[in-house]
C-alpha cells in the first residue's frame, strides 16, 4: 500500500510557530524531505527529532522528486519542508506534489505559518482579496511589465523580494503604481520583526537611509482604486477616441471596459444616441 505525503509548514522565524500535528508527523514519517537540510536540521534538533532527511532543492528536484516518489509508493511515508513557511509556496516540491497524485499517492498538507498572510494580516491594508505574486522578477523590464499588468487590480498586491533588491522593487512600484499604500514587511516572527508603512517613495527614502537592508522581505502594495464615475455620454467619449487615432471598434471597446459594460451595450446606446 502507498505511503502519504505530508507537506509540513514549519516556523519562518520563531521556533514555536509550528502546530502539534508538524510537530508529530515529522517525528513518525520514514523520510523528510528538505529544502536545505541544514536549517531543517536546527528545527528539528530543536524539538528533539531524529529522522533521516534528504534535500530537495530546485537543482535537484527532478530525479529527487522521482526517487521520493518510489519510496512511497513502496509504502513510506515522506514530510516535504521548506527552509521556512508552507512548501511549495515560492519555494521547490511541485513535481514531487505532481508526481504522488498521477501515481495514486495521497498528499496532506499540515498548515501552519506563511509570511504572505502573516504580513497581510498585520499590514492594515485591505484583506478581503488580494493577489500572490510570489517574487518580483529581478530584471527591471519584466518587474516592470508584471506591475504595469496588475495596475488594476482590485485586491491588495503580496509579494516577496530579496533584500538587496529591495530599493529597486520600491522605485519600479512608484514608477508602475503610483502613491499607493503600501507596507514592507521584515523579518517576520525574528527579533528584528519590522513594519515600514507609506508610499513606496517614503519607505525607499527610510531605507536608503540605512548602510544595509537584510532579512526576509514581503512587500504590501494597496489596492487599485475605482474609477470615478464618467459622465460623459457615449457618443462623445467614442468619438473622443477615434480623434486620438483609435479605431473604433477599439474605442468602444476601452469605453466599455472603463464602464463596467459589454461591447454590445456600448453598441446599443450609440444606436440609440443618433
Do not use: W
Request: overall charge negative; hydrophobic content about 45%.
Amino acid at each position: 500500500m502507498p505511503g502519504v505525503l505530508y507537506l509540513v509548514a514549519t516556523p519562518i522565524g520563531n521556533l514555536e510557530d509550528i502546530t502539534y500535528r508538524a510537530v508529530r508527523l515529522l517525528g513518525e514519517v520514514d523520510v523528510i524531505a528538505c529544502e536545505d537540510t541544514r536549517q531543517t536540521r536546527k528545527l528539528l534538533d530543536h524539538y528533539g527529532i531524529h529522522k533521516p532527511t534528504v534535500s530537495y532543492h530546485e537543482h535537484n528536484e527532478t530525479e529527487r522528486a522521482a526517487e521520493l516518489a518510489s519510496r512511497l509508493l513502496a509504502g513510506e511515508s515522506v514530510a516535504l519542508v521548506s527552509d521556512a513557511g508552507m512548501p511549495l509556496v515560492s519555494d521547490p516540491g511541485y513535481r514531487l506534489v505532481r508526481a504522488a497524485i498521477d501515481n495514486g499517492v495521497a498528499v496532506q498538507p499540515v498548515p501552519g505559518p506563511s509570511a504572505a498572510l502573516a504580513a497581510l494580516a498585520a499590514s492594515g491594508l485591505p484583506t478581503h482579496a488580494f493577489y500572490f505574486g510570489g517574487f518580483l522578477p529581478a530584471k527591471p523590464g519584466q518587474r516592470a511589465r508584471a506591475l504595469e499588468a496588475l495596475s488594476a487590480e482590485p485586491a491588495t498586491l503580496v509579494f516577496y523580494e530579496a533584500p538587496h533588491r529591495l530599493l529597486e522593487a520600491l522605485e519600479a512600484i512608484e514608477r508602475a503604481l503610483g502613491p499607493r499604500p503600501m507596507v514592507v514587511a521584515r523579518e517576520l516572527t525574528k527579533v528584528h520583526e519590522e513594519f515600514l508603512r507609506g508610499t513606496a517613495a517614503a519607505i525607499r527614502a527610510a531605507l536608503a537611509d540605512r548602510d544595509a537592508v537584510k532579512g526576509e522581505i514581503t512587500l504590501l502594495i494597496g489596492k487599485a482604486e475605482a474609477p470615478p464615475p464618467d459622465d460623459t455620454p457615449v457618443e462623445e467619449a467614442v468619438e473622443s477616441l477615434e480623434r486620438a487615432g483609435v479605431a473604433r471598434m477599439d474605442a468602444i471597446k476601452q469605453v466599455a471596459r472603463r464602464r463596467g459594460l459589454s461591447k454590445r451595450e456600448i453598441y446599443d446606446q450609440l444606436l440609440r444616441s443618433r
